[in-house]
């Protein structure tokens, strides 16, 4: 992350101290600090951001436990030289279809879940192609410590069809991508997968 985002570094470090504690802390006075604590992390993020405090308390007041990092799991379907996106309902732009993790379901259950639904397409999951770290890429500031896992998908049935939270669904080829939602896929991370597209046996991991 870029040094004037630092800021945003700390202010997470400090939500995570302050729901750890708040998670195994006995004592209320020390359930007070932890909750001040974690009031400050907030009291950050809306200072530097568009996002209000009530908004990033609610976001924030929604984790419990240890905090880790989410997991987020991407369908990787190609069609010849081309790349199934959706494009997303939340900001008109295009990704891969996915989303996060669910409690009780594999990665490669998530894959296929999230595939029908926003395609309409039935998957069978292949293989992990990559595991990445969301900080070391250029996507825009989160407000989580974020793993995105990319899994190869091959169409297996199914009909082509938009889903409660995509407007159109397409493939498309390197030259000619849409307009990406960089929160959830960036350039760089698409021209990996076609490039990496026919290696048989490496997972990247970063």
Known sequence: ??????????????????????????????KERFER????????????SDAGFLKVKDLFAG???????KVDVR?????????LFV???????????????????????????????ETGFKVQAQKLLAVMDKKCH??????????????ACDIVGGEAAAGMETKNIGFFPLEHLPELSEARNT???IKFLFEEKSDSGRVYCD
Request: aromatic share 12%.
């Open 138 to 151: 250029n996507h825009p500031p989160s407000a989580f410590h974020v793993y995105k896992m990319f899994i």
């Open 1 to 30: 992350m870029t040094k004037n985002l630092k800021w945003l570094d700390w202010a997470k470090e400090m939500q995570a101290i302050a729901q750890a504690g708040l998670a195994y802390t006995k004592d209320e006075f020390d």
């Open 63 to 69: 984790e419990s436990g240890y905090q880790t990092p």
């Open 187 to 189: 350039y760089e991370q």
């Open 37 to 48: 604590l974690r009031d400050l992390s907030c009291e950050i993020i809306a200072e530097y």
């Open 75 to 83: 369908a990787v379907i190609f069609k010849e030289e081309q790349l």
């Open 87 to 117: 494009q997303e309902k939340a900001d008109g732009k295009w990704a891969l279809p996915g989303g996060w993790a669910d409690i009780g379901l594999s990665p490669k259950e998530i894959a296929v879940k999230e595939t029908l639904e």
